[in-house]
């Protein structure tokens, strides 16, 4: 039998330093006894010392040497002789700990677990208490840990309060922050921790405020905040009465809602500030153009935002509805917006969005002084894993759409409603067209409002051409209808 | 009205806040306070200091800056037509209050959200004030989570995100007929954008990081709210909504809060207990979504005639026993998205699992020393010693034994 005398409970370089030549001799691991502390005189003193014999020197894989490292905080007087026979086994197989279902394995994971919640546990319900002293404020807290983990589980108190001065005290062990070295003393006792501190008053309102009587689940504190750290929380002391109350403040808190809240008058205002507001807003809509077309077309809007015409409401992010002044000369009317629209809110942001920038800007035409909207206001896809791909609208939801670009022409009556590819061709004209039929001239719209008709292509068309030359061609033609089109809107001024 | 001190405002003002599920402290970048002039670490998880008696963790200091609001939303208890006490915060009493809360080890940081008094900006600059106050004047390393206003100018959102851990938008809830009824000044709609605005910060201020290390450290993740059972959205429109909210905001969690019953409640709310199983199933219908790999449509093909997922089983294994023909899985051969979809095994176990049978054939009790309940996860598996005939007989395998969970009326009449 070996004896080997560690420095202190948690002593994993001492454990390291004794296993090393232990190991490599392949010592078995009855023949080891294992003790912590000063030699005091046993059962084992007359142990034998043999010198080892020489072995090999090894090296093991750093999972090992980190479950070890937290093994041996744990207060089961076994630890070090698992850990010796986990290590032989690893030197066997260095894999060995893969293997979770093997019940050594199982065991040290286990005891592991263990040390790490109740390191979790300290970080979590140690209560610091302040402390007045000549160099300034000190907190003080007292702590019972169930395992040796006072130094495993300073280092993150001097990360978090490392510009506090603090003591933690323990019944084994103490430690002392000063805001630079972190000092080591003997264990105290409860009564050397200050007493109280007028904060926990504080504390002790806000965890009853928190608290929703109509939901308690004393279980679920239970079983996250065990009885056995009560003792050293301040707000635990409210626990009894809290629960004993919760059932009378939940009746209390139904019988104070029979009152009806939609009694009461729904504003604050008055009815002078009223009016003052409504005549404020009159005043700033006098200054827009066209009379009262701003207060339509943002009743309009507000309507469009809670259109359920057709069912692409259900998945869609928002209504994406027309935008441009309501006295624009041009009116264009697109498909349907794309994803990027149906986060923005705005109509043609996204690639096709930008190319039709472009193509105006070589049109020569100003964007800001068009109107621009869709054929159908809401994003229509199909989830493709993480992605939404566009989807073609289908008649049932133009038709839907129709009577919101309706109402946007009557407001705005252009000289020129433009439709960019097929799907605003069907939706203007109430039926379905050819566009190469149609490009190119002016056509009369079916109910008269929103001047002449223009047909051109979809720039999304453009993008999806895919020969560069023909690209090229079709964009130009693209610029070209834009320019003729502008032409067409300034000669019927 | 004299003046209230702190702890009066305190109690007015966290009790305001309780509503609010989310108290989480995670994801945050990890930093600590060695070498600065203050105090606060991060470290990745979060802590939960203590629990309340509803068995929530109590992790970070949740109050209101105020509880006075402009808007009149039926399910909320500050809603300006209700008669509450109201209380107001100034900054100085909220940096204090989160410092000496946080030197006693009581929190991991502040979770910070308001009424909104006289505009969304104002309010907003106030909240991005108490951070930037923390931040920078205290040099404070903790945690912050600030409740984001979806009307409030993208630039304070930006603003804001400089300084927190954590931004969030509530979309308070599941269907827009309901925000519409009982919220009638949002617009589901402008909450949308404002999530898909914060979206885009968060990803250029990842991708500023990325190329410039010296670029400011911006936010790391947002999170959502939605209140189950105020209005009449079932359970499949609400995993549908979750579903597509993480899909299009990339969301670190959405949070599902069952109504419970407030003080001066609007008449036109259910006055009932909170739907605490609900609540639960719908976490677990979350995880599935997040974690196991499921699909809302398969997670939701286990609603009932109601259009709910069933109260007295998890919605996993309502989902396993409806594919009775995928089971025994082999778990010595099965892939790993397959196990995934185990009821009862989780993703910690499935991956030991994995790792372990690369040794050896793994059998029945090597399973059992990794799952909690062997009893539970035996049907639906093959080992090399072990094989089921429970669920190809067509028997419910725990059928038997879990009598039916029942909410019951605690205050009848």
Not at chain 1, 85 to 101: E, G, I, Q, S
Not at chain 1, 295 to 303: F, I, K, N, P, Y
Request: with cysteine; hydrophobic share 40%; net charge neutral.
């Amino acid at each position: 039998m070996r004896v080997v005398t560690l420095a202190a409970e948690d002593d994993f370089e001492g454990w390291r330093d004794a296993v090393r030549p232990l190991a490599a001799a392949r010592v078995p691991p009855q023949d080891i006894f294992w003790r912590v502390g000063e030699a005091t005189s046993g059962l084992f003193d007359a142990a034998v010392s043999d010198p080892l014999p020489p072995g090999e020197p090894f090296s093991v894989p750093r999972a090992f040497l980190t479950l070890a490292e937290t093994v041996v905080c744990h207060s089961d007087p076994e630890r070090f002789a698992l850990l010796y026979a986990a290590l032989l086994r690893v030197l066997d197989r260095p894999d060995f700990l893969a293997d979770a279902a093997d019940s050594l394995v199982q065991r040290l994971e286990r005891m592991a677990r263990t040390v790490r919640r109740d390191i979790h546990k300290m970080h979590a319900f140690l209560r610091f208490r302040e402390v007045a002293t000549p160099e300034g404020p000190r907190y003080v807290a007292w702590f019972e840990p169930d395992h040796h983990v006072v130094r495993a589980a300073a280092g993150f108190f001097v990360r978090r309060f490392a510009g506090m001065r603090w003591s933690i005290l323990t019944p084994a062990l103490s430690v002392h922050w000063d805001g630079e070295v972190l000092a080591e003393g003997p264990g105290a006792a409860r009564g050397d921790a200050p007493a109280d501190d007028p904060l926990e008053q504080v504390w002790k309102t806000y965890y009853a405020s928190i608290f929703n009587p109509a939901r308690l689940n004393v279980d679920a504190m239970l079983k996250e905040m065990p009885r056995r750290y009560w003792k050293n929380m301040p707000e635990t002391a409210l626990v009894g009465e809290l629960i004993k109350a919760a059932p009378a403040r939940e009746a209390a808190m139904i019988a104070a809602s029979t009152g009806d809240g939609m009694s009461r008058p729904k504003s604050d205002l008055t009815a002078a500030e009223r009016q003052g507001l409504a005549e404020a807003d009159e005043a700033e809509r006098r200054i827009q153009p066209g009379g009262n077309a701003l207060a339509a077309w943002e009743s309009l809007l507000a309507d469009a935002k809670r259109c359920t015409r057709c069912h692409l409401y259900k998945h869609a992010t928002q209504t994406v509805f027309g935008e441009g002044p309501l006295d624009a000369r041009i009116l264009f009317v697109g498909e349907q917006p794309g994803d990027q629209e149906d986060l923005a809110g705005r109509p043609f942001v996204g690639p096709a969005g930008q190319l039709f920038d472009r193509a105006l800007g070589d049109a020569g035409v100003d964007r800001e002084k068009t109107y621009v909207t869709n054929a159908v206001k809401h994003f229509k896809f199909e989830p493709r894993g993480k992605r939404r791909i566009h989807s073609k609208p289908q008649a049932p939801e133009i038709e839907a759409c129709r009577w919101w670009i309706e109402q946007e022409r009557i407001l705005i009556r252009p000289a020129v409603t433009v439709a960019l590819g097929a799907t605003a061709a069907r939706s203007i004209f109430g039926k379905v067209v050819t566009i190469t039929a149609m490009r190119g001239r002016a056509h009369k719209l079916p109910d008269e409002e929103g001047g002449e008709a223009w047909v051109t292509v979809h720039p999304s068309f453009l993008l999806r051409v895919p020969d560069a030359d023909r690209k090229r061609e079709e964009y130009a033609r693209f610029v070209d209808d834009l320019a003729r089109i502008a032409r067409r809107a300034d000669a019927l001024r | 009205m004299p003046a209230l001190d702190t702890r009066e405002k305190l109690a007015i003002l966290a009790d305001a806040a309780k509503y609010d599920a989310s108290c989480a402290s995670s994801g945050a970048k990890r930093r600590d306070s060695v070498g600065g002039k203050g105090i606060g670490s991060t470290e990745g998880m979060g802590i939960c200091h203590a629990y309340a008696p509803d068995g929530r963790c109590i992790s970070l200091l949740k109050i209101l800056l105020t509880n006075s609001c402009i808007f009149d939303c039926h399910y909320c208890i500050n809603r300006r037509s209700s008669n509450v006490r109201r209380a107001r915060f100034t900054t100085d009493e909220v940096v204090d209050l989160t410092l000496a809360f946080y030197r006693r080890n009581y929190i991991e940081g502040l979770f910070l959200s308001s009424g909104i008094i006289r505009s969304p900006d104002y309010t907003m600059e106030r909240i991005v004030e108490v951070a930037r106050a923390l931040r920078e004047d205290h040099d404070f390393r903790g945690y912050i989570h600030l409740k984001t206003i979806p009307d409030a100018d993208p630039e304070l959102v930006r603003r804001a995100g400089l300084h927190a851990d954590r931004l969030s938008i509530n979309v308070e809830l599941p269907s827009r007929q309901g925000l519409e009824r009982l919220a009638p000044e949002k617009d589901s709609a402008r909450i949308e954008t404002a999530m898909g605005e914060l979206k885009g910060a968060i990803e250029e201020g990842r991708d500023a990081r990325r190329h410039f290390p010296s670029a400011p450290a911006f936010v790391t993740g947002q999170s959502t709210q939605m209140i189950v059972g105020a209005d009449g959205a079932d359970d499949r429109a609400i995993i549908a909504r979750a579903s597509g909210l993480y899909d299009r905001f990339a969301l670190r969690r959405v949070y599902y809060s069952a109504f419970s019953p407030i003080p001066e409640a609007s008449a036109v709310l259910p006055l009932v207990r909170p739907p605490l199983m609900r609540e639960h199933r719908l976490y677990q219908a979350d995880w599935m979504l997040r974690h196991y790999g499921f699909s809302a449509e398969e997670v939701a093909a286990s609603v009932d005639a109601s259009g709910n997922l069933p109260l007295d089983k998890d919605p996993k294994l309502a989902w396993a026993l409806s594919n009775r023909d995928l089971f025994p899985l082999d778990v010595n051969r099965a892939d790993r998205s397959l196990l995934l979809r185990v009821p009862g095994l989780g993703v910690r176990a499935v991956d030991r699992l994995v790792a372990a049978r690369r040794l050896r054939r793994l059998r029945l009790e090597d399973v059992a020393r990794l799952t909690r309940s062997i009893a539970n996860v035996r049907p639906f598996l093959v080992a090399a010693d072990w094989r089921p005939v429970a669920l190809a007989d067509g028997i419910d395998p725990l059928g038997g034994r879990a009598p039916p969970r029942e909410q019951l009326e605690l205050f009848p009449g």
